[in-house]
């Protein structure tokens, strides 16, 4: 079964430091891996997605992933912190054969940012 | 705009009072599903829906029911709602590119059951 680890459910940074929110993954298949961003009291947006193609993945807002198949992992990062990133992260991973729509998630990391 | 619909946003209600929280795309996706969010547990999928009467229970199914009459609309019923179903409710829809499904979500669906 796939599955997904979020390390660290708060992360505090300060403004203008670097983010890394950390995520590693399981799956016995060549996983879609996707980070979505939810702003306080608002929906999921997807962030960026790793379909197989570059490793590297730039998303929205100045946020990039590496997908690392050797460390399971796909951690997500951003140079320098804004205050317009506080919000709660979740990673995913996409499902299996017929199921490939569904998404399996982490449980979240919260990001807070210092002034 | 091509968005996702949930009504109604707030809702508080007894246990035991049928409901249903509706939702509907305008983006003729074929796929779409209904996840609820606990604080700690992340999203949790609770059945979803490939196409027209086609649905399957996800990791949650327990305590729900839905249908898919319509391709834009995929309502959750909870027949007799209780408080451990106190949650924040999401529907989402997917776009397939290729094989990846692009999920779209909706703004939530706050229940309280008391």
């Known amino acids: 079964a796939q599955s997904v680890t979020q390390l660290g459910s708060h992360v505090s940074v300060s403004e203008g430091a670097l983010v890394l929110l950390r995520c590693n993954y399981s799956?016995?298949?060549?996983?879609?891996l996707f980070w979505y961003v939810q702003y306080p009291n608002q929906g999921l947006q997807l962030l960026l997605k790793?379909?197989?193609?570059?490793?590297l993945v730039k998303g929205i807002n100045g946020f990039e992933a590496e997908f690392k198949k050797s460390e399971t992992s796909f951690h997500l990062t951003k140079p320098s912190a804004h205050m317009s990133d506080v919000a709660e992260y979740f990673c995913a991973v996409s499902g299996n054969g017929g199921s490939q729509g569904n998404l399996i998630f982490g449980k979240g990391t919260k990001l807070s940012v210092k002034p | 705009e091509a968005q996702v619909t949930q009504n109604p946003r707030y809702l508080i209600t007894v246990t035991g009072k049928k409901l249903t929280v509706t939702c509907s795309q305008n983006?003729?996706?074929?796929?779409m599903s209904w996840y609820r969010q606990d604080p700690g547990l992340g999203l949790r999928q609770i059945y979803y829906s490939m196409n027209v009467e086609v649905t399957d229970k996800g990791d949650v199914p327990e305590g729900y029911k839905v249908s898919r009459k319509e391709k834009r609309n995929f309502p959750l019923i909870l027949e007799s709602p209780s408080p451990n179903q106190t949650s924040l409710y999401f529907c989402?829809?997917?776009?397939?590119?290729?094989?990846?499904?692009?999920?779209?979500f909706g703004p939530g669906t706050r229940l309280t059951v008391t």
């Open positions: 790793y379909t197989s193609a570059a490793t």
């Open positions: 983006m003729n996706h074929e796929y």
């Open positions: 799956s016995s298949v060549p996983p879609y």
């Open positions: 989402a829809s997917s776009l397939r590119q290729g094989i990846v499904y692009e999920q779209y």
